[in-house]
C-alpha cells in the first residue's frame, strides 16, 4: 500500500496523476490553541428599520393572517404584500413579516429565496417575463428576451436576467425576467408583463411592447384583466382589490380563455366525443398479493 502512495497508483494501478501525495509534502502541525478574533471583525447583526411598513400595512397584514387557522400559513400573501410597498423582499421585509407571523427571519427568508416570484432586488413599474421554456423557445422566445435584453440595455451592455433599464420603481422602468414556464404553450411565445399575458409575440411586437410602457402607455394583455404596474399587482396578490364594486370589476374582469385552449373541448362538444363512464366495481390488485388471496373490489357509491 505505501508503494502505491509514494507512486501515485491508483487502486486500478493506474499511474495517472502520480506523485508524492499531501501527507509526504506537508508536515503535521499540532493545534495548540485559537487565537481569539479581534472585537471590531466580528458582524454585530442589527434590526433592520421597518418604518417603510406603515399602519395600513400593519392592518393589511393582520386581516391576511386572519384569514387562516395557523398564522404561518399567511406567509406567501404577506411577501406579496411586502413586494406591493417595496417592489422587493427586503431584510427589512423579512423581519417585518416574521414579527408579524411569529417566526424566524431565518424560516421567512427560506419561503422567500425558494419561489421566484419574490424578488430580492427592487423591480421596475413594470416586469416583464419571457418564457424559454422548450416550445415557446423555439417558436422564439429565446430571440425575443435576447432582442428585449440588447434593446433595453444601454452603452452595449444588455439587460440581463432580473435586471431594470431605468430606475427601479420610477415610471417606465422595466425589469426583465427569463421564466421557465407561463403555462401558454397553444399560444406560445408568450410574455408577461405584471403577470397578464401578452400571446403568440414575435421579436417585433415584444419590442414595441416594452416601447409602449416606457412611454407610459399601458397596451391591453391579450387576456386577462387590464394591466397594472408591478406594485399593484403584488398588492392584488395578497388580496386586496378597490372597494368600489365598479372600480373593482373594471380591475379584473376580462377574458381569460383563448380560442386554442378552448378547440378540443369544443371539437369533442361538436362530434359528440365523451369519456366512457367509471363502471360501478373496479378491481384493483392487492399491492403484495400472498398465494392465497384474491383481488380487492371496489364499489362506487
Not at 431565518?106 to 421554456?133: D, I, Q
Not at 415557446?136 to 444588455?158: P, R
Request: hydrophobic letters at 40%.
Amino acid at each position: 500500500m505505501s508503494e502505491n502512495l509514494s507512486t501515485g497508483k491508483t487502486y486500478g494501478g493506474s499511474s495517472v496523476g502520480g506523485g508524492p501525495t499531501h501527507q509526504e509534502t506537508v508536515a503535521d502541525v499540532d493545534v495548540v490553541k485559537i487565537a481569539p478574533v479581534p472585537a471590531e471583525q466580528l458582524v454585530e447583526e442589527t434590526m433592520p428599520d421597518l418604518s417603510v411598513f406603515d399602519t395600513l400595512t400593519v392592518e393589511r397584514a393582520q386581516a391576511i393572517i386572519a384569514r387562516y387557522p395557523q398564522s404561518r400559513s399567511a406567509l406567501l400573501p404577506m411577501l406579496h404584500l411586502v413586494q406591493s410597498v417595496e417592489g422587493r423582499v427586503s431584510q427589512a421585509g423579512i423581519h417585518f413579516c416574521a414579527a408579524q407571523l411569529d417566526l424566524t427571519p431565518a424560516e421567512v427568508s427560506a419561503v422567500a429565496t425558494f419561489y421566484t416570484m419574490y424578488k430580492r432586488k427592487t423591480c421596475g413599474e413594470h416586469l416583464v417575463s419571457v418564457c424559454t421554456n422548450t416550445l415557446c423557445a423555439v417558436l422564439g422566445g429565446d430571440d425575443i428576451y435576447k432582442k428585449l435584453g440588447e434593446h433595453l440595455g444601454s452603452d452595449g451592455k444588455k439587460v440581463g436576467h432580473n435586471e431594470t433599464a431605468g430606475e427601479p420603481g420610477t415610471p417606465g422602468s422595466i425589469t426583465l425576467e427569463h421564466a421557465e414556464c407561463l403555462a401558454a404553450c397553444d399560444l406560445g411565445p408568450v410574455v408577461q408583463v405584471n403577470y397578464e399575458f401578452y400571446d403568440n409575440q414575435t421579436v417585433d411586437s415584444a419590442v414595441a411592447l416594452v416601447d409602449a410602457l416606457r412611454a407610459g402607455e399601458r397596451p391591453a394583455p391579450t387576456r386577462g384583466a387590464p394591466l397594472r404596474d408591478f406594485r399593484t399587482a403584488e398588492l392584488e396578490l395578497a388580496g386586496f382589490f378597490p372597494d368600489d364594486a365598479a372600480e373593482y370589476a373594471a380591475g379584473v374582469d376580462g377574458p381569460s380563455a383563448a380560442v386554442e385552449t378552448l378547440r378540443g373541448a369544443q371539437l369533442a362538444n361538436e362530434r359528440g366525443w365523451v369519456a366512457p363512464a367509471m363502471p360501478d366495481t373496479v378491481r384493483l390488485p392487492s399491492e403484495k398479493k400472498p398465494a392465497d388471496s384474491t383481488d380487492v373490489a371496489v364499489t362506487k357509491k
